[in-house]
């Protein structure tokens, strides 16, 4: 073969872990010496199937791991909606079937990725209408379909899976029943012990548990379900039937190609993932490295990067995964790590068990009591994070306990704070992080300084989201070895974050910053605290930031209302709520701008910008904008900025939504809203999405029945796009839950913490949002509402108020006892027809040479013309 | 810092300066910061912010560091001791300081003194 020569490289299988091959394989360089084909079965790219369930609150659109639906990577192709038909391992050839039914592929080296199916036993009606399995975002639909017309459902399979199916049929509004046929619940993960509190949880619930109960038949009428049909029971009574009794490797291929497959099913793999074809091999739940499969994503993970570096002459190897699982389930706290069974000879057992609080805990130690083993948590699994990482295994002899291993579990014991995890102890196991490389980005040579910048940089914490706790902490600790300040003390005067202020602030009903600092800080304040505590001030308060001793805790921006530039000139920028102006004001900014002498330019906020105002020409510049019918526009404030818009279907042929009356409204309803940062908001008229939604703090898209409110979103330093709270909203509830939104994260996020790491940083991160915004489970609705009621009666513009206030105009002078002398050290240079500030040379004296010519910007005679 | 009485300028009356407060005032040609701690004492620094190469210091926010009353720039927020002019960020970095003093109400700024 020749030197130049491109080799192709098929991909069986475009689920999580096909996709994760993928990624590795483009980030790694293995797509410099070869090309992909993809080849998914799935009508859809790759999507997170861990999260299957949010699929009815999110959206398939939100699981997508490929949203675009292709790879950046132009020399990798997915074909969607196809599949590998059969394997021709001699010629190195493969045929397709669906979407390019017939067609022929050679591979230089073939992935299969095929992942698993569930099993269904073999028991008669398994056909019958009503029937489903739980694998695929089309089984979720089909279960939604039939669940809307539904009374009562049950699910074959007490397993992980099997209760997250019952909990998704018990929120469809489905009377649901679990028939496991083992005697508890979980029976993999969980002891009996653990097993019967999980029980007593999930009945808690409502939900009807059937252990020990074998289903013989699925009975059915019409051809339809309409129940299960139990050994040595009375029938149980269901028109919506899921199995869920666990899953079986996609081998058939495989198999008819020739290649080993293991006792269980699974295609045979070694350690380097190759099976017994040295051109074929095999990721994720399809394989079986020696002869054992793995049901969950972490391993699968492993194996992809094992496979690209075994193409690229690495050393990789797969030598078996962690299978300790840690899940919600229906609000139920279970965790099962290690050796949780105790089969390990010489084992012990330390069990606390709290029947009241429903709570069971079970650690699972050596003889000598020196290595945790493995455990079962139930109720509270708090401490999960702490202690996967000491399990010792027979390649890792994990991490000494300390001598009362009970404390780690006891609910007093706060000893899992002081345990020292070492340095190679794996954080996330999902990514495979190690503390190590946490503290890597942390320290010295890294770039992070917060948790969520090390999952962001890292990976870790950013999959399953269960090791997230144990991230805050290992860069807590990080920094706190190091003296740096990680309490969250806003600034030397006040030992509280800005949240715990604002809470101390509104219980007291401080209203002045003297009266704060006096009783909850120390010293005379700062340029941090001060701009915070007039924030917070205006957030509760409503009135003019310029107010009596208001005025000296502003920010200089806040203080003059305008935005201070690098020679100390200001820029102006009146609102223009969803960038719709008329003709007539628009020709006033142009008078102003000219009359003035200002550099005029088009923000990235659909509005204009007016720069190179000396502070004493704000009011005059003012005067003429207001009586235009301008507003101030906050460019300056850590408030609403701008809430962008597109034309929307009053004008384009693909709107479905009026978007512009819709950001007017938004704009106008939260102009002047002081917030921890600034605040952005969009709304497009269709999915087409031209104003950028999603790229805001709040963004709207039109849909044919409403409205999508995405939350938490910024372009900026570390963009991030905004993530669905809630679909298909009509007006009114679409400004409610933003009024919620929006006061929620008034009330509780750090200073200068935009929506998108305030969310982040919430325990429960967005979905703790939705349940306090959408199903208002703390009962503050009403109170956030009228919150923003508040802001919204109270409202006036603060330049006409500063207009009408001759205190207030007072200090807009260059010079308090020159006022009509303009500072020389402002000067100008013109640059394509335009003034530009003049470098500075340093300070200089009056009466030298004042370069301000009769007619310049600035010069007395430009603002008297100005008035 | 014995100045003769001429030479000093009447900038204000002190009202005029919002308590943790600060006007700029042309003192000889010179632009110059005056400012009002929380307890009503006075100080005077040269407007001009060395860092940030524009004359707006006496638009800072006045407040303290430890024991220290200082203005932070409000351009790039570095803090100078009012009574020394010494930029706490930037041990290299001084601003010039001027003699100020209170008589009936009127806030008198005096020559610019030598060292800090
Ligand atoms: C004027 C403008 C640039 C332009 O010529 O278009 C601008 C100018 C400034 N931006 Fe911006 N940003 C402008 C649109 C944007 C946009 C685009 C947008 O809004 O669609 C972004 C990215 C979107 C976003 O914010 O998520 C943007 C991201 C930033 C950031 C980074 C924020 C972040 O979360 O990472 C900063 C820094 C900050 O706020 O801390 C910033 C800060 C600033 C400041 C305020 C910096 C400062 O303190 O001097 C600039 C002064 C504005 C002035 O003097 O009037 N500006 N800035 C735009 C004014 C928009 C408006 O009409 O209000
Ligand atoms: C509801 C649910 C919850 C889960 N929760 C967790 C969890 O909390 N933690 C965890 O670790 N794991 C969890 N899992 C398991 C996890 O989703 C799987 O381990 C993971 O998806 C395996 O990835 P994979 O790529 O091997 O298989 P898959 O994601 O199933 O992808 C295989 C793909 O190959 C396609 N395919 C099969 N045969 C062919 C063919 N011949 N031609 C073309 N395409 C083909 C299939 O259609 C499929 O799209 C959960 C699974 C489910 C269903
Ligand atoms: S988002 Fe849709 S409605 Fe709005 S301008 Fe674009 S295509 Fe038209
Ligand atoms: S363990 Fe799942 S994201 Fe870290």
Same mark, same amino acid.
């Given at each position: ?6 080799r ?24 410099e ?10 009508l ?11 699929f009815?609150?999110r ?5 997508s ?11 990798v192709?997915?074909l ?11 010629a ?14 050679a ?12 099993f ?5 009606g ?10 695929t975002?089309?089984d ?16 074959v399979?007490?397993?992980?899976? %099997?209760?997250e +199916? !019952?909990? #998704?049929?018990?929120?469809? &509004? $489905? ?5 496991? =046929? @083992? ?24 939900l009807?548990?059937?252990t ?14 309409v ?23 996609r ?5 008819a ?26 990721? %994720?739940?399809? +394989? !079986?490295? #020696?002869?054992?499969?793995? &049901? $969950?994503v972490?391993?699968?993970?492993? =194996? @992809? ?7 690229l ?5 797969f ?38 609080a ?32 000491m ?6 002899p994990g991490?000494a ?52 910048c090390v ?57 002045r ?12 304040g700062?340029?941090?605290?001060k701009p ?21 805790l ?14 100390g000139t ?25 009359d ?40 300056y ?5 701008t ?26 309803r ?67 839950y ?6 929620y ?10 929506t ?8 429960g ?14 009962g ?29 105009l ?36 009056l ?9 310049g ?11 | ?10 900038v ?26 929380h ?41 100078y ?18 003699d ?17």
């Amino acid at each position: 073969m020749m030197a130049h020569h491109r080799r192709t490289l098929v991909v069986v299988g475009h689920g999580m872990v096909g996709h994760r091959f993928v990624q590795a394989a483009v980030e790694r360089g293995l797509t410099e010496t070869h090309d992909v084909v993809v080849v998914g079965e799935e009508l859809r790219a790759a999507y997170d199937r861990v999260a299957l369930t949010s699929f009815f609150e999110r959206g398939a659109e939100e699981l997508s791991l490929l949203p675009t639906g292709e790879y950046d990577d132009p020399r990798v192709r997915l074909l969607l909606g196809t599949t590998v038909e059969s394997v021709d391992t001699g010629a190195r050839t493969l045929v397709l079937g669906g979407a390019a039914a017939g067609e022929e592929l050679a591979y230089d080296e073939l992935v299969l990725a095929t992942g698993a199916a569930p099993f269904v036993p073999p028991i008669p009606g398994t056909d019958l209408d009503g029937v489903f399995v739980y694998r695929t975002i089309e089984d979720l639909e089909a279960i939604r379909d039939a669940a809307a017309t539904a009374r009562v459902g049950a699910v074959v399979g007490g397993g992980l899976l %099997g209760l997250e +199916a !019952a909990n #998704a049929l018990a929120q469809l &509004g $489905l009377e649901t029943h679990v028939v496991e =046929m @083992a005697p508890r619940l979980m029976a993999v993960q969980v002891d009996d012990a653990g097993g019967a509190v999980l029980t007593r949880h999930v009945e808690g619930l409502g939900l009807g548990v059937h252990t020990g109960a074998m289903t013989t038949e699925v009975l059915g009428q019409d051809g339809r379900v309409v129940g299960l049909g139990l050994r040595d029971r009375e029938p149980l009574p269901a028109e919506v039937v899921v199995f869920s009794a666990g899953i079986r490797p996609r081998d058939a291929l495989a198999r008819a190609a020739g290649l080993d497959v293991a006792e269980r099913g699974g295609v045979l793999v070694d350690e380097r993932c190759r099976t017994s074809d040295p051109h074929v091999w095999a990721v %994720g739940e399809c +394989a !079986a490295p #020696a002869g054992r499969m793995y &049901g $969950l994503v972490a391993p699968g993970y492993a =194996m @992809a990067e094992v496979v690209v570096d075994a193409l690229l002459g690495g050393p990789g190897a797969f030598t078996g995964a962690d299978m300790s699982t840690k899940l919600k389930l229906m609000g139920v706290d279970v965790a099962s790590f290690g050796d949780a069974f105790a089969t390990t000879e010489g084992a012990l057992e330390l069990v606390y068990a709290d029947a009241v609080a429903g709570v069971y805990k079970k650690l699972v130690v050596s003889e000598d009591g020196r290595r945790l083993l493995g455990g079962v948590l139930v109720g509270d699994a708090s401490a999960y994070g702490v202690l996967r990482p000491m399990v010792a295994t027979a390649t890792n002899p994990g991490i000494a306990l300390p001598d009362n291993p009970e404390d780690l579990i006891l609910p007093s014991g706060r000893g899992s704070a002081e345990i020292g995890l070492p340095p190679e102890a794996q954080v996330c196991s999902c990514n495979d992080v190690t503390r190590a490389q946490i503290e890597e980005a942390v320290g010295e040579g890294g770039s992070c300084d917060s948790p969520s910048c090390v999952t962001a940089c890292t990976r870790a914490g950013a999959t399953c989201g269960s090791c997230k706790p144990l991230v805050k902490k290992v860069v807590e600790d990080f920094f706190a070895a190091r003296g740096r300040s990680v309490d969250r003390s806003l600034c030397e005067h006040f030992p509280l974050s800005r949240q715990e202020l604002f809470e101390v602030i509104a219980v007291h009903g401080h209203t002045r910053f003297d009266d704060v600092v006096a009783a909850h800080g120390t010293g005379r304040g700062c340029d941090v605290c001060k701009p915070t505590v007039a924030s917070i001030l205006a957030s509760l308060l409503g009135d003019h930031v310029l107010g009596a001793e208001r005025r000296t805790l502003q920010d200089t921006n806040d203080a003059y209302l305008a935005n201070i530039q690098r020679n100390g000139t200001y820029s102006v920028v009146p609102r223009i709520p969803g960038g719709e102006i008329t003709p007539e004001k628009l020709i006033v900014i142009g008078e102003v701008a000219r009359d003035f002498g200002l550099y005029t330019k088009i923000t990235g906020g659909q509005r204009i910008d007016l720069f190179g105002a000396r502070m004493e020409q704000l009011p005059a510049i003012w005067t003429r904008l207001v009586d235009a019918g301008f507003e101030s526009g906050h460019a300056y404030g850590k408030s609403l900025r701008t809430v962008k818009s597109c034309v929307g279907s009053t004008w384009c042929r693909y709107g479905v939504q009026d978007s512009t009356t819709l950001a007017i409204m938004l704009e106008e309803r939260y102009r002047g809203l002081r917030s921890p940062h600034k605040l952005k908001g969009g709304v497009s008229g269709c999915a087409r999405e031209c104003a950028e939604a999603r790229s805001k703090d709040f963004g709207v898209i039109a849909t044919e029945k409403g409205w999508n409110l995405y939350v938490a979103g910024n372009g900026g330093a570390t963009p991030v796009h905004a993530r669905l709270l809630a679909g298909d909203l009509d007006t009114e509830t679409l400004v409610r839950y933003l009024d919620r939104f929006l006061m929620y994260y008034i009330r509780t996020a750090d200073r200068l913490q935009r929506t998108a790491p305030w969310v982040d940083a919430l325990d429960g991160g967005l979905d703790r949002v939705r349940e306090v915004v959408v199903d208002d489970v703390l009962g503050l609705g009403s109170e956030l509402e009228a919150a923003m009621a508040t802001h919204v009666e109270g409202y006036s513009d603060e330049w006409r108020a500063t207009l009408e206030d001759p205190d207030k105009l007072a200090r807009f002078v260059s010079f308090v006892n020159a006022p009509d002398t303009p500072d020389p050290h402002i000067t100008f240079r013109s640059e394509r027809d335009q003034v530009a500030p003049a470098d500075s040379e340093g300070p200089v004296l009056l009466g030298a040479s004042i370069p301000v010519g009769p007619g310049g910007p600035g010069s007395p005679e430009t603002v008297g013309a100005g008035r | 810092m014995s100045a003769p009485e001429a030479t000093w300028t009447a900038v204000c009356r002190l009202e005029q300066i919002e308590v943790e407060g600060g006007v700029a005032a042309l003192v000889g040609g010179a632009a110059v910061a005056v400012f009002r701690t929380h307890d009503d004492t006075v100080h005077a620094l040269g407007n001009y912010d060395p860092l940030g190469r524009a004359s707006v210091l006496a638009r800072g926010i006045v407040g303290t560091r430890g024991e220290v009353p200082c203005v932070a720039s409000p351009l790039h927020k570095q803090a100078y001791d009012l009574r020394t002019g010494q930029c706490l960020d930037d041990a290299a970095v001084r601003v010039p300081t001027y003699d100020v003093r209170v008589d009936r109400g009127v806030v008198l700024v005096g020559p610019q003194r030598e060292g800090p």
